[in-house]
């Protein structure tokens, strides 16, 4: 799996698969607690885009996965993943790129997309009206104090908020270091992104019964021309429906 050293020198690891079309690579950034693995691999979504001749990259955030671990807050945030994100790109030597997020991961595909111009396509999902009115993932679901809370905890039987329990469930099971994503929840973005500064064709996709993702419509109006798709399934659930892995590939 190959790595590179991003500019504050924390070691961000990737993995590619070839395809056989002349198309530009997708690029597959995932949410919070996951990683490359467990939100695009074991889903199928890489399948699905190779089996469309699709070149494929995914990149293990900053905190997760195989990449670089430090504790401190400084080093974390959306906006530096948007810049290891770059530093992908220009890493790939492409033209251009199409970029898919979920959840931490279309905060931070949406911030790229309005930085960089190599963005031919966007899809994100797991993310609803809170990236407009909140600047982010929803925090009026589960607050950084509850998430914090939750991943300090020694116990997790001690923990009394159901989705931060959910949560911290989900880092015991990947093996999560829950120190560096205690400090990337101490760093999530909370500031406007001028959505309207988006130019690349995009797609909004969310779970019906996903509530990080409520009222996508909303997303979807404050992004020009986005489209709009709603499937089955919860915030975990839904990136494993066939209809989220259909339209995705049909979109890109």
Same mark, same amino acid.
């Given at each position: 799996? *190959? ?12 993995? /590619? &698969? ?19 693995? $467990?939100? &695009? ?5 890489? =399948? ?9 990259? /995914? @990149? ?6 195989? !990449? ?5 807050? !400084? ?10 994100? @770059?530093?992908?790109?220009? #890493? ?21 997309? $309005? ?8 899809? @994100? ?19 950084? =104090?509850? #998430? ?9 039987? $001690? ?12 880092? =015991? ?7 560096? #994503? ?11 992104? *001028? ?5 690349? *064709? ?28 709603? $499937? =089955? ?20």
């Amino acid at each position: 799996m *190959p790595s590179f050293q991003a500019g504050d020198g924390v070691e961000i690891y990737y993995q /590619t &698969w070839e395809g056989s079309s002349s198309q530009p690579p997708v690029v597959l950034h995932h949410g919070f607690i996951a990683n490359g693995l $467990t939100n &695009w691999v074991l889903t199928g979504v890489v =399948d699905a885009l190779t089996g469309a001749g699709r070149r494929v990259v /995914t @990149i293990d955030a900053r905190g997760h996965g195989r !990449s670089g671990k430090p504790h401190d807050p !400084s080093f974390y945030g959306e906006v530096r993943m948007s810049d290891d994100l @770059i530093m992908l790109f220009d #890493l790939l030597g492409e033209p251009a790129v199409d970029l898919v997020g979920y959840s931490m991961g279309a905060v931070v595909a949406l911030i790229t997309a $309005t930085r960089d111009t190599r963005i031919r396509r966007l899809a @994100i999902g797991g993310v609803g009206a809170a990236v407009v009115e909140l600047g982010g993932v929803d925090t009026r679901v589960i607050g950084p =104090d509850p #998430l914090r809370e939750a991943l300090h905890a020694e116990d997790p039987a $001690t923990i009394t908020n159901p989705a931060a329990a959910g949560f911290r469930a989900f880092i =015991d099971a990947v093996g999560g270091d829950r120190a560096a #994503l205690a400090a990337q929840a101490a760093r999530m973005h909370a500031d406007p992104i *001028p959505l309207d500064a988006v130019t690349a *064709p995009t797609l909004v996709l969310a779970g019906r019964d996903d509530v990080l993702a409520a009222r996508p419509e909303v997303l979807a109006k404050a992004i020009p021309g986005a489209q709009l798709t709603v $499937t =089955d399934g919860d915030h975990l659930g839904a990136v494993r429906e066939p209809a989220f892995t259909s339209a995705l590939v049909d979109f890109l």
